[in-house]
């Protein structure tokens, strides 16, 4: 009897070390995209280490501006990133501590943005949104399309659409800024299987706001949505804003990432990091400057997963150029600078992932 607890025991103690053998050789991954208009890549690095990994091609131009989530992941196992420049969205599969190039795929308008939810792929682009349905890991047929429309009337000018992401399994949304009209979010109905159903609703921001931008989603479909150039932040659900709150004096509130209640928000003007709490009804202002972001370069997308937060920057004048800045987070949301800023050498990295 003691025997065969010993070898029990012995067992359990190599599966666990197996087990922590895998994981240990599973690095956390922070990923952008170059940007470049004429030769676009994606950029990994250890978020650890911060060392980079792999630079790979995305078989197309960039050019994107003025959005959020021009790359984004399903899962820790595929990567979406758009070539703007080129009309495609370049999709990557996860192989160890690195990516593999998988497919290109075609959306109806230039894509800006992307989103994964509800077993489909969503593109906005200039002026369309689209649905893309999954096969296990592999992006397969458009399967859905809407045509996107302002709340005024019309059709969004280049450079007007900023971000898509699913609200739930029923609806998807795409902001659309266009000042000095206060700007748009776009709202359209997915069917049963999260395919595009239905012609966009538009939904103006609040009188007295400008610039619908960036947003993330809770798990009861409510959207804490930037309200980026007149300083507010707005909670969106059910085609409509249920609360408006400023921005705790931080200047060009845009691009969002959430971990669990907390909802982080870059401030670009102000090169700083908001931490805000959103429930069904209200905006509370958690801490107005959680972070700053030390290198003179304005601060752009964001991401966060694994403990890790990341955020891209760039610098203008002579030789401009982006960093990535990661931060690491607690159960509280409290952020501490991870080692220093990695220097790109491009000047308009775009997007931000982390991958466990």
């Keep these: 009897m003691k025997k065969r607890i010993l070898v029990l025991f012995s067992f359990a103690l190599l599966l666990v070390a197996g087990i922590h053998v895998r994981a240990a050789g599973r690095s956390t991954l922070v990923i952008t995209m170059t940007n470049d208009s004429q030769a676009n890549k994606i950029v990994v690095l250890d978020a650890a280490t911060h060392s980079v990994l792999q630079t790979l091609s995305t078989n197309g131009k960039g050019g994107a501006g003025g959005n959020a989530r021009g790359i984004q992941k399903y899962g820790d196992e595929l990567l979406a990133a758009v070539n703007y420049g080129s009309g495609t969205v370049a999709v990557f599969k996860r192989a160890g501590n690195g990516l593999t190039f998988d497919q290109l795929v075609v959306p109806t ?4 943005s992307v989103d994964f939810a509800n077993g489909h792929m969503y593109v906005a682009g200039t002026d369309t949104v689209d649905s ?21 009337g019309g059709v969004p000018p280049a450079g007007a659409t900023a971000q898509v992401g699913a609200a739930g399994r029923g609806t998807l949304l795409v902001t659309i800024k266009t000042d000095p009209i206060p700007g748009t979010v776009d709202v ?13 609703e538009a939904v103006s921001a609040p009188a007295g706001t400008l610039t619908p931008f960036g947003f993330s989603v809770y798990p009861d479909g409510t ?10 932040d707005g909670l969106f659900r059910d085609s409509a804003f249920k609360a408006i709150v400023t921005s705790g004096g931080q200047a060009g ?15 670009t003007g102000s090169a700083t ?12 202002i958690d801490d107005a400057v959680t972070a700053k ?3 003179g370069g304005s601060p752009t997308d964001t991401d966060a997963a694994a403990h890790y937060l990341a955020v891209i920057d760039h610098t203008s004048g002579t030789n401009p150029t982006s960093h990535v800045n990661v931060f690491t987070y607690n159960r509280f949301g409290e952020l501490a600078a991870s080692g220093s800023p990695v220097d790109l050498g491009v000047p308009n990295a775009n997007g931000m992932a982390i991958m466990q």
């Design 188 to 200: 359209i109905k997915l069917d049963d299987d999260g395919a595009v159903s239905g012609p966009a």
């Design 223 to 232: 959207a804490m949505i930037t309200l980026a150039h007149s300083g507010h």
């Design 109 to 112: 308008s230039a894509p800006v």
């Design 273 to 284: 990091i908001s931490r805000v709490v959103g429930t069904g009804n209200n905006i509370f």
């Design 253 to 267: 509130n845009c691009w969002t990432t959430r971990v669990g209640k907390y909802v982080f928000i870059v401030n």
């Design 293 to 295: 972001v030390v290198t």
């Design 132 to 152: 893309f349905r999954l096969v296990g890991n592999h992006v397969g047929a458009l399967d859905g399309t809407a045509h996107l429309i302002l709340a005024g």
